[in-house]
């Protein structure tokens, strides 16, 4: 059965201080891994989607890389508005499964 | 562009009552839309696929009866919560792929679904 793993659950960083979150998958025929970040009472927003090992993407502050085991989100000397939920997601034939998430706060 | 609409945004009924959800793809067409419910602190959990023109696919687990699915147009998937009891209030998110040049599926804004 398809599982999707995302660690830390909780992460607070001050604002500046790097660090990167996890996602851990097992899936049969991986077709695309994606991450989203979502704000409290609202739909995730489409950050990025990798599809191959070795594949990085890049977006401000934001980087995601996939191995053929996990992902990683790096995030660059974030800022209090990065504070959300980052949601990984994969997909294999049809829909997508996501993670619990990473509830990510920056302080100020 | 590539925008999903849901509506309404929050919505409060009374047990017993039907409750109707919509999700529209603005800019776009969407053979397939995916619906989702998200409990407070969790993770979205897809509950079906909804397919233009046919019957939508259910996730074991959820009561097509109480989840009615009606995919009418490519630009529109509609979610009715029948016979609404306090257990059913969640958050109810919609997506959409745009298409494959896309890269990735949008969301919805969801709904607030609390029922009394």
């Known amino acids: 059965e398809d599982q999707v793993t995302q660690s830390p659950e909780a992460l607070r960083l001050q604002e500046g201080e790097s660090s990167s979150l996890n996602c851990s998958y097992t899936?049969?025929?991986?077709?695309?891994l994606f991450w989203y970040r979502q704000d409290p009472g609202k739909g995730p927003e489409f950050l990025f989607t990798?599809?191959?090992a070795g594949e990085e993407k890049e977006k401000e502050r934001l980087k995601a890389t996939l191995t053929k085991k996990e992902s990683f989100l790096h995030i660059t000397a974030p800022k209090p508005e990065d504070s959300a939920t980052y949601l990984c997601?994969?997909?294999?034939?049809?829909?997508?499964?996501f993670g619990a998430g990473t509830r990510l706060t920056v302080k100020p | 562009g590539a925008v999903v609409s849901q509506h309404p945004s929050w919505v409060i009924c009374k047990s017993g009552t039907s409750v109707k959800i919509e999700c529209r793809s603005l800019d776009f067409q969407a053979t397939t839309m995916f619906w989702y419910r998200q409990f407070p602190k969790q993770s979205l959990m897809l509950m079906a696929t909804?397919?233009?023109?046919?019957?939508?696919?259910?996730e074991q687990g959820v009561e097509k009866d109480k989840f009615l699915i009606n995919h009418a147009s490519l630009t529109l998937s509609t979610l009715t919560v029948t016979s609404a009891h306090p257990e059913d209030s969640s958050f109810y998110i919609c997506?959409?792929?745009?298409?494959?040049?896309?890269?990735?599926?949008?969301f919805g804004s969801g709904t607030r679904l609390t029922v009394v």
């Open positions: 997601a994969v997909q294999a034939f049809g829909d997508m499964r």
């Open positions: 899936v049969s025929g991986l077709r695309g």
């Open positions: 997506s959409a792929s745009p298409g494959a040049l896309w890269g990735g599926y949008t």
């Open positions: 909804s397919n233009e023109g046919s019957k939508a696919t259910y």
């Open positions: 990798l599809y191959s």
